[in-house]
């Protein structure tokens, strides 16, 4: 009889969430660790190291060890699960916990033997993956135990995943290392270009967030910023527009769209029938980006709808997939048996 805990991990590329079962989402923080240099000592993991990120004096770092959805950095990685689920579980060697973790659909299988090596490394018993689609539909609420087709298109920092269910499994997906981060990075170039301005990576999220929008009849609003003037070297304000941030993410927008035509192409046709009745389900927090799922609808035609809960998706069907993981125990360990033979 199993005494630990079952656990389900969203580990994502901005936020880390931990479902436990019997108590729902129990924990919700950016997956950063801020380390000293010279030691190599983790300082803080989690918000905390958050706060720190564009402000640490030369000898601390704040890292995000995931990067584009995978882990970027391995050790950090180990260091930050292994907080997280002793925050979580305790870390009695008597009680390990079996974790059900979450990946993104397109990743390779050394990439998925990483994350299931720093969850065991990091105090797991067993550990079990879900593909990260699979996860966000079930806990957007939708039955893809039915043979009815449906699509989640879920946008993370790092990655944006699109796929098609029916049966209880993936029929055609496709992911794209295009996310949230992308539309960041859109924005720091966009004002060093027009302002001649260096921002860092969380003004320019707050500016996303704030104001940001992809679709032109959307939102019309302006922000100022602070940022340092690159030709004075001087901290200076300037204005950012919503019209400032639709130019800017034309790239990362596209890349999107892109991903979302290839997969409705691939789609069998029944299949198509379906979506185009249900619609497209959105998840992640890059979900929530103004306008996106209006030019979406727009140019696919077909309906696209926000989930409930966006960025807590993932976490709650991984969720859901713990609490029956006996049922789903049988394909998930045999997946990862058949892998470990290469
Ligand atoms: N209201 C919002 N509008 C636009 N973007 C948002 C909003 N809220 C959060 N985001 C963006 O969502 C992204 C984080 O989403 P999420 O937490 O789903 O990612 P993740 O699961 O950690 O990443 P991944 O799945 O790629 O590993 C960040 O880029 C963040 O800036
Ligand atoms: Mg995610």
Redesign the pocket.
Known sequence: MFRGKDIGI?L????ILVYVRGKGVVLNEP?VVAIDRNTNKVLAIGEEARRMIGRTPGNIVAIRP?RE?VIADFDITEKMLKHFIGKVCGSSPLLKPRVTICV?SGITTVEKRAVEDAARNAGAKDVYLIE?PVAAALGAGIDISQPTGCMVL??????TDVAVMSLGGIVVSDSVRV???K??EAIVRYVKRKFNILIGERTA?EI??GV?TVHPDSRDESMDVRGRDLVAGLPMTVTVTSRDCLEAFSEPTNSIIALVRAVLEKCPPELSSDIVDKGIIMT???S???GLDKLLSEITKVPCNLADD??SC?AIGTGKAVDSLELLRGAVEQSSRRERRF
């Open positions: 969203d994502g590329t901005a936020t997956s995931l959805g993104p990260e879920d946008i993370g920092g790092g990655t996310g949230g981060d539309f960041d999220e996303k967030i940001g992640g927090g890059g929530m980006l103004d966006p960025v993932v």
